[in-house]
């Protein structure tokens, strides 16, 4: 079976910029809520880039791993939730920005140290996304095996319509 294009695929273009368009006004919402201090922290920023390293890299462990899932849904939530909404929400550019504006602004220290807190933060609430959808997954899959294995005890004819594996489900596609 030939796999299709990405680049030829406006369902995907389509999940992308509708995504991208929520996760930029939730960014700019945070902007407005929670303004930057006078020490040149710019905490709106700051929760919209640490939201979205949590969320994107908590998704994307979660779908590595949920076989239950078609893999076009996993593609389009992929796209759509992480890359769409997850990168309409951080912002590189935003954040060199602020930090390149705090140094010219005479506040080099400051915003040196909130570069840092940005980054060291932004990959420890990675870990923790990955690390909450590991142990959601796990629940899922252990959720489906028992689910499985009670409907084969019992006879039931609809747990033979539940794909096993991933492989399993592939070929039902």
Known sequence: MTKRSPLADPQLYVVVFIGGAIGTCVR???GLAIPATAAGFH???L??????CFVYAGLSAYLAQADWIRPRKRELVNRGAG???CGGLSTMSTLALEGFTGILGGQAWQALLYLLVSVVCGLLVAFAGVWCADRLATGHRAERTAT???AVRSGD???SDI???SAEQ???Q
């Open 163 to 165: 794909p096993a594996n």
């Open 157 to 159: 004819s609809a747990a």
């Open 170 to 172: 592939e070929a039902r």
């Open 28 to 30: 700019y919402l945070l």
């Open 83 to 85: 890359m769409g909404v």
């Open 148 to 150: 499985v294995g009670q």
């Open 43 to 45: 905490f709106g920023t």
């Open 47 to 52: 929760a919209a880039n640490l939201l979205a």
